[in-house]
């Protein structure tokens, strides 16, 4: 490797730490690094054996410990308050353009008084301390004349439980009724209105002016949300998630991967994995949930109108749930111990993969199954150790230090007999589980994504949006090829991964780690993966060195029709003669292999025309039927084919996670 492709593995390897060069952590890093010296770093640093002795040196060797200590010890909640006040505000404005009957704005608004409303009895001096409660009342009303019946339901169940006053209250069981009858619950809907009705004092006009409202008001619905595929052949026991048709092997110079243990077909699912942990981008803690990544806000109110009710934490604004379920499972796990630090995080400018470490802890039932889980990551995925240089070590050391200081500020361990930085024996386990999570999720982490359609069609014009990131047990096994053998997409956080061509048993199974040869020549996959992943590709397109898409023949590579012949051959200068084969050393004639081709040429015609008039399961199944009929005649690379497992692999993230 030449010093230019040394100092760009560095940055990449840097990069999975510290995202953002303008965070603290940089400057704690850098002010660390500067102040010790360089032979203690390549002489005494870099030979220390395990991620316990490393730890052990940031706290406790003086070239280091009093800059390291002197930071640590400044560690405290940074997070975006509530605000009784603006939440208030924002409500006051809501009631108005709901008056005004301008229901989007007034949601917008409603939505900001929702977030931003202090919990039950916490600013007693502002709405009696109910200003959640009421903000959750104000927004059932704007949803309800929405039409979203069941949302405003929930809203309204919200606001009871955080405190609304429900003795007397007409109001309330009016809006009660609304939401029932929105839902076509009618009976509970006249359950609610006679309530109303007894509450009013029997007032006859109540019924009349129910049934003009609610005339007015269109019943919406709720978008559809994807499907979770079924695993073809069912799970395998061994391995959590994955098909009972594949399997993991193990060799010396590819370590442990996935391989094909029976035959596959193409469109086959071969994954369907819930993660170990997940973290959402903090570029996205405004509009999806923060626990099950659902988009939860627009980018655009006006240009297609999505309904957005979250759900917030009731101690920060800094982030949102899609429901009170997601909420109350964060709350319960996590987020109790991240909430208070959220933007202590962000301004020390860390990468996704560290919130992901701790995660595995704040997460874990108990430090116990903690310390199992992340052990085992260490103990089973690749982390490249051999390779790490001292000032890698040094770095994700700092980063466990300060995540394991966090946790330290936020009661992880209990109440503290002292409040000094350094680690007791216990701590200690965790910091030194840190630093080797770090280092596996590097090389094992995925990135979570949606796909992003435009109102004119689902596939011209769409992208991928990437959200955050996840480890998966299962997932991580997959191994790197420049083509890949399934398309991977995401219900969720949910890892889908389909085959896109069929498999033979032990033939591996392989995803797609971000060179890909369609795009890519094979001098810049290979620099990209040895910085990036410290291994040098060996899959077909780097042996065989295909060109990228702009390049490769629309010629046809023939397998031999013999029986149990493994050879390549030609397209025929003529079709009418037959062909020697020069591995079986037989003449061969192509005639029904050609005739066969012109047949799934047709069927690629077809499948992209259906693709075109966003026809998607026609699509599928067309592309699946001719790449299954091209691997039984012929070989990649071929154009046509490459371009419809291309579009196969869109058409399956079109079942996934997507938005307007």
């Given at each position: 490797m030449d010093i230019s492709d040394s100092s760009y593995q560095q940055i990449c390897s840097a990069r999975t730490v510290q995202s953002d060069q303008k965070g603290f952590f940089n400057e704690f890093f850098l002010e660390v690094k500067g102040g010790c010296s360089e032979k203690w770093l390549k002489h005494y640093f870099?030979?220390?054996?395990?991620?316990?002795?490393?730890?052990?040196?940031?706290?406790?060797?003086?070239?280091?410990?009093?800059?390291?200590?002197?930071?640590?010890?400044?560690?405290?909640?940074?997070?975006?308050?509530?605000?009784?006040?603006?939440?208030?505000?924002?409500?006051?404005?809501?009631?108005?353009?709901?008056?005004?009957?301008?229901?989007?704005?007034?949601?917008?608004?409603?939505?900001?008084?929702?977030?931003?409303?202090?919990?039950?009895?916490?600013?007693?001096?502002?709405?009696?301390?109910?200003?959640?409660?009421?903000?959750?009342?104000?927004?059932?009303?704007?949803?309800?004349?929405?039409?979203?019946?069941?949302?405003?339901?929930?809203?309204?169940?919200?606001?009871?439980?955080?405190?609304?006053?429900?003795?007397?209250?007409?109001?309330?069981?009016?809006?009660?009724?609304?939401?029932?009858?929105?839902?076509?619950?009618?009976?509970?809907?006249?359950?609610?209105?006679?309530?109303?009705?007894?509450?009013?004092?029997?007032?006859?006009?109540l019924r009349d002016s129910f049934d003009t409202e609610l005339a007015l008001i269109?019943?919406?619905?709720?978008?559809?949300?994807?499907?979770?595929?079924?695993?073809?052949n069912g799970e395998n026991h061994a391995l959590r998630g994955a098909s009972s048709l594949v399997k993991v092997v193990e060799t010396k110079e590819r370590g442990?991967?996935?391989?094909?243990?029976?035959?596959?077909?193409?469109?086959?699912?071969?994954?369907?994995?819930?993660?170990?942990?997940?973290?959402?981008?903090?570029?996205?803690?405004?509009?999806?949930?923060?626990?099950?990544?659902?988009?939860?806000?627009?980018?655009?109110?006006?240009?297609?109108?999505?309904?957005?009710?979250?759900?917030?934490?009731?101690?920060?604004?800094?982030?949102?749930?899609?429901?009170?379920?997601?909420?109350?499972?964060?709350?319960?796990?996590?987020?109790?111990?991240?909430?208070?630090?959220?933007?202590?995080?962000?301004?020390?400018?860390?990468?996704?993969?560290?919130?992901?470490?701790?995660?595995?802890?704040?997460?874990?039932?108990?430090?116990?199954?903690?310390?199992?889980?992340?052990?085992?990551?260490?103990?089973?995925?690749?982390?490249?150790?051999?390779s790490r240089e001292a000032e890698d070590y040094l770095q994700r050391s700092l980063m466990a230090g300060f995540l394991l200081r966090c946790l330290q500020k936020a009661q992880y361990f209990g109440r503290r007999k002292s409040e000094g930085v350094n680690p007791t024996a216990v701590e200690l386990k965790v910091g030194t589980a840190l630093l080797?999570?770090?280092?596996?999720?590097?090389?094992?982490?995925?990135?979570?994504?949606?796909?992003?359609?435009?109102?004119?069609?689902?596939?011209?014009?769409?992208?991928?949006?990437?959200?955050?990131?996840?480890?998966?047990?299962?997932?991580?096994?997959?191994?790197?090829?420049?083509?890949?053998?399934v398309a991977r997409y995401f219900v969720g956080k949910k890892l889908v991964l389909t085959t896109i061509k069929p498999h033979q048993p032990n033939e591996i199974i392989a995803e797609n780690y971000g060179p890909i040869f369609t795009k890519t020549n094979l001098k810049e996959r290979q620099r990209s993966l040895r910085a990036r992943y410290l291994f040098e590709c060996k899959c077909k397109a780097c042996q065989e060195n295909w060109p990228t898409i702009q390049k490769i023949e629309k010629q046809v590579r023939f397998r031999c029709p013999s029986a149990n012949c493994v050879n390549v051959l030609k397209f025929p200068k003529d079709i009418a003669k037959e062909v020697r084969c020069s591995r079986c050393r037989k003449n061969v004639s192509l005639k029904a292999s050609v005739a066969k081709m012109i047949q799934i040429e047709e069927l690629y015609r077809r499948a992209a025309e259906s693709m075109h008039n966003q026809k998607v399961q026609e699509a599928i199944d067309q592309f699946t039927e001719g790449i299954e009929a091209f691997f039984e005649i012929a070989v990649l690379p071929h154009k046509d084919t490459i371009i419809a497992q291309h579009s196969l692999i869109r058409c399956f993230a079109d079942r996934g996670t997507t938005f307007k």
């Open positions: 870099s030979q220390l054996k395990s991620n316990e002795a490393r730890i052990l040196s940031i706290f406790s060797d003086q070239e280091i410990c009093d800059t390291v200590l002197g930071v640590l010890e400044n560690v405290a909640p940074v997070y975006k308050l509530k605000d009784g006040l603006f939440s208030v505000q924002r409500r006051a404005q809501a009631d108005k353009f709901n008056l005004l009957g301008d229901f989007e704005q007034a949601l917008m608004h409603a939505n900001l008084a929702v977030m931003r409303a202090p919990a039950k009895d916490v600013e007693r001096d502002i709405d009696n301390g109910l200003s959640l409660a009421m903000a959750y009342r104000s927004r059932a009303g704007i949803l309800i004349n929405l039409g979203y019946g069941e949302a405003a339901l929930r809203d309204l169940k919200l606001a009871a439980s955080y405190g609304l006053e429900l003795k007397g209250n007409v109001d309330y069981y009016i809006k009660m009724a609304k939401a029932y009858a929105l839902m076509g619950e009618s009976a509970r809907s006249d359950i609610s209105l006679k309530v109303a009705e007894k509450l009013s004092g029997n007032n006859i006009s269109r019943r919406s619905e709720t978008s559809d949300q994807p499907v979770v595929p079924t695993l073809t442990r991967f996935v391989v094909a243990g029976d035959n596959l077909k193409t469109g086959d699912v071969v994954l369907c994995e819930n993660p170990v942990a997940a973290c959402l981008s903090p570029t996205f803690a405004g509009s999806h949930c923060h626990h099950c990544f659902q988009r939860i806000f627009s980018s655009s109110l006006h240009a297609s109108f999505r309904l957005t009710t979250p759900v917030p934490c009731l101690n920060c604004s800094g982030i949102a749930f899609c429901s009170p379920q997601c909420m109350g499972e964060a709350c319960d796990s996590y987020h109790r111990f991240e909430c208070q630090f959220m933007d202590l995080f962000i301004g020390s400018g860390m990468s996704i993969l560290c919130y992901l470490a701790l995660r595995v802890f704040t997460q874990a039932p108990s430090l116990e199954n903690a310390l199992h889980d992340a052990t085992s990551m260490y103990e089973n995925l690749c982390s490249h150790i051999e080797g999570l770090l280092q596996v999720l590097q090389y094992n982490a995925h990135e979570v994504f949606e796909k992003k359609v435009t109102d004119q069609h689902r596939f011209e014009g769409s992208k991928i949006v990437y959200v955050g990131a996840a480890i998966y047990a299962s997932g991580a096994y997959f191994n790197h090829e420049c083509w890949p053998s």
